[in-house]
């Protein structure tokens, strides 16, 4: 009898879990409608929380105000939250609901060096020689919160089994905070995971971005009097600029695609000392990591002639190595999808106007706002310049990216003018638009199995038997910052 009783209440909690789920994934339209209606009912705590982070506009690292204020939202809001995570004390993951699924999306908050900016239509500094959100780091960290919190909110009303995961990601704009947290394993139980960043144009990313390494090249010499007896001395210096001029020459001989740009960050202290140290900083980018390996094995060989012919010795750290980003059209198509369905952002005339004068400003076609949503690119197109450390996570479990108008098109970006279009209606437009694309989405990922199957098998066949390896060596430790000492 007992067994019978047993038998039949399993019986009964699978029917009503099928039931439930199966009501739910009947009406995907209706809950859509109900994540779009829940996100808009948090326009005011976004627009909020999107402000405190451009006015904290705290760079790489030292993003403790602005982790510590998401970290409270979403605790206050049922997230669980694990703190300082792969070393980093501005990091989090915060996670809600239970099982498989587990649906990541991804927040970045940090600010760039020097970039202070008024919420004006033209340059001026709000604290001279301050930070400021030139990459609109701000508006990506309150619209991922809106599209976690949204999606919290639907799954535990309708009892939808599965995990949201929202990864507090810092210093984007400068280690890499991602590089450390894929390292550490922090996505490998995702089973998907979905990100965005402000633009001035709307569309699903499928065109990927470039692999990097990120090179410290350092020189040790032997110093002398730069005059009284130079040839007693050796120029770290002249290893640096014999260095330059071979990366220089080299440019002639590496495909269209790729990148090199460095500063010289030690150069000696007075003209006369024969400088013993100097340093240059340098990244190379192209759009596949074997590309990067190819230029990286080159500058390497330049570095090692250099100090030869100087009688120097030469160093190379190793600082940081992004992959490309692994695009998954077939999830692509799913978010384009919600993209249209919820439709393009309309602007008033006073937000226009806004818009052209910082075009103005800035010496851009003063074309004003462009709304339009882009169709899905033609993804086998090298990726336009510029690395992101998403891709990281591109190559542990498919990924999708997003990018919503934010800015006035055409604008320089890392700029005074996204600082200023990121405290202003034309950024919470967008992010409201991508706080909706993603949680849609992710809905589409919780509710669809067949989806979730095709975009893993898309993500196998392009991996070709990779398993993702960290470009940072195992046990490297973060360069963390001392509070208020950046
Ligand atoms: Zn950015």
Same mark, same amino acid.
């Given at each position: 009898?007992?067994?019978?009783?047993?038998?039949?209440?399993?019986?009964?909690?699978?029917?009503?879990?099928?039931?439930?789920?199966?009501?739910?994934?009947?009406?995907?339209?209706?809950?859509?409608?109900?994540?779009?209606?829940?996100?808009?009912?948090?326009?005011?705590?976004?627009?909020?929380?999107?402000?405190?982070?451009?006015?904290?506009?705290?760079?790489?690292?030292?993003?403790?105000?602005?982790?510590?204020?998401?970290?409270?939202?979403?605790?206050?809001?049922?997230?669980?939250?694990?703190?300082?995570?792969?070393?980093?004390?501005?990091?989090?993951?915060?996670?809600?609901?239970?099982?498989?699924?587990?649906?990541?999306?991804?927040?970045?908050?940090?600010?760039?060096?020097?970039?202070?900016?008024?919420?004006?239509?033209?340059?001026?500094?709000?604290?001279?020689?301050?930070?400021?959100?030139?990459?609109?780091?701000?508006?990506?960290?309150?619209?991922?919160?809106?599209?976690?919190?949204?999606?919290?909110?639907?799954?535990?009303?309708?009892?939808?089994?599965?995990?949201?995961?929202?990864?507090?990601?810092?210093?984007?704009?400068?280690?890499?905070?991602?590089?450390?947290?894929?390292?550490?394993?922090?996505?490998?139980?995702?089973?998907?995971?979905?990100?965005?960043?402000?633009?001035?144009?709307?569309?699903?990313?499928?065109?990927?971005?470039q692999a990097i390494?990120?090179?410290?090249?350092?020189?040790?010499?032997?110093?002398?009097?730069?005059?009284?007896?130079?040839?007693?001395?050796?120029?770290?210096?002249?290893?640096?600029?014999?260095?330059?001029?071979?990366?220089?020459?080299?440019?002639?001989?590496?495909?269209?695609?790729?990148?090199?740009?460095?500063?010289?960050?030690?150069?000696?202290?007075?003209?006369?000392?024969?400088?013993?140290?100097?340093?240059?900083?340098?990244?190379?980018r192209d759009s596949t990591r074997?590309g990067v390996?190819?230029?990286?094995?080159?500058?390497?060989?330049?570095?090692?002639?250099?100090?030869?012919?100087?009688?120097?010795?030469?160093?190379?750290? %190793? *600082? =940081?190595?992004y992959h490309e980003?692994? /695009?998954?059209? !077939?999830?692509?198509?799913?978010?384009?999808? +919600?993209? #249209?369905?919820?439709?393009?952002?309309?602007?008033?005339?006073?937000?226009?106007?806004?818009?052209?004068?910082?075009?103005?400003?800035?010496?851009?076609?003063?074309?004003?706002?462009?709304?339009?949503?882009?169709?899905?690119?033609?993804?086998?197109?090298?990726?336009?310049?510029?690395s992101?450390?998403?891709a990281?996570?591109?190559?542990?479990?498919?990924?999708?990216?997003?990018?919503?108008?934010?800015?006035?098109?055409?604008?320089?970006?890392?700029?005074?003018?996204?600082?200023?279009?990121?405290?202003?209606?034309?950024? %919470? *437009? =967008?992010?409201?638009?991508?706080?909706? /694309?993603?949680? !849609?989405?992710?809905?589409?990922?919780?509710? +669809?199995? #067949?989806?979730?199957?095709?975009?893993?098998?898309?993500?196998?066949?392009?991996?070709?038997?990779?398993?993702?390896?960290?470009?940072?060596?195992?046990?490297?430790?973060?360069?963390?910052?001392?509070?208020?000492?950046?």
């Amino acid at each position: 009898m007992r067994k019978r009783h047993l038998k039949l209440i399993i019986i009964l909690i699978f029917s009503l879990t099928q039931l439930t789920f199966a009501g739910s994934k009947s009406s995907t339209k209706e809950l859509k409608n109900e994540l779009l209606g829940r996100v808009d009912e948090k326009s005011q705590l976004l627009v909020e929380v999107s402000d405190a982070l451009w006015e904290y506009a705290e760079i790489a690292l030292l993003e403790y105000k602005s982790s510590k204020l998401l970290v409270g939202v979403l605790e206050k809001e049922g997230f669980d939250v694990e703190r300082e995570v792969a070393g980093m004390p501005t990091a989090f993951v915060a996670s809600y609901g239970s099982g498989k699924p587990i649906i990541g999306i991804l927040a970045e908050y940090d600010a760039l060096p020097g970039l202070s900016q008024d919420n004006t239509a033209f340059k001026k500094a709000r604290i001279e020689g301050g930070a400021g959100h030139g990459c609109g780091h701000n508006l990506f960290g309150a619209g991922s919160l809106g599209a976690a919190l949204a999606l919290k909110e639907v799954i535990e009303a309708h009892k939808i089994p599965g995990t949201i995961k929202l990864y507090g990601c810092p210093a984007e704009e400068d280690i890499g905070g991602k590089l450390y947290m894929a390292r550490d394993g922090l996505f490998d139980d995702l089973d998907a995971c979905i990100a965005w960043h402000p633009s001035y144009e709307t569309s699903v990313d499928v065109r990927g971005s470039q692999a990097i390494d990120d090179l410290e090249i350092e020189f040790s010499g032997k110093t002398s009097h730069a005059a009284f007896d130079p040839w007693k001395g050796a120029s770290a210096l002249d290893a640096v600029e014999m260095t330059t001029f071979g990366i220089n020459l080299l440019r002639e001989h590496v495909k269209p695609t790729v990148r090199i740009h460095y500063v010289i960050t030690q150069g000696g202290k007075v003209p006369n000392i024969v400088p013993e140290h100097a340093k240059l900083w340098l990244w190379a980018r192209d759009s596949t990591r074997q590309g990067v390996k190819d230029v990286v094995k080159r500058v390497e060989e330049i570095v090692k002639g250099a100090a030869i012919a100087t009688g120097t010795s030469s160093k190379i750290n %190793y *600082k =940081g190595s992004y992959h490309e980003m692994l /695009v998954n059209l !077939t999830g692509s198509k799913v978010m384009q999808k +919600n993209l #249209e369905m919820i439709g393009s952002t309309t602007y008033m005339d006073e937000e226009v106007a806004f818009a052209k004068r910082i075009q103005k400003e800035t010496n851009i076609e003063q074309k004003g706002m462009i709304c339009e949503i882009n169709e899905l690119e033609d993804h086998t197109k090298d990726p336009e310049g510029g690395s992101t450390d998403v891709a990281e996570v591109s190559w542990v479990t498919p990924t999708l990216h997003l990018s919503t108008s934010c800015a006035p098109y055409g604008i320089p970006w890392h700029s005074w003018a996204v600082v200023s279009s990121s405290k202003h209606s034309l950024g %919470y *437009k =967008g992010m409201f638009l991508a706080a909706k /694309v993603m949680a !849609t989405t992710a809905l589409d990922l919780f509710l +669809n199995k #067949e989806v979730l199957i095709k975009m893993k098998k898309e993500f196998k066949d392009k991996l070709k038997g990779y398993t993702y390896k960290s470009g940072i060596p195992p046990g490297q430790k973060p360069p963390l910052r001392v509070k208020n000492n950046p």
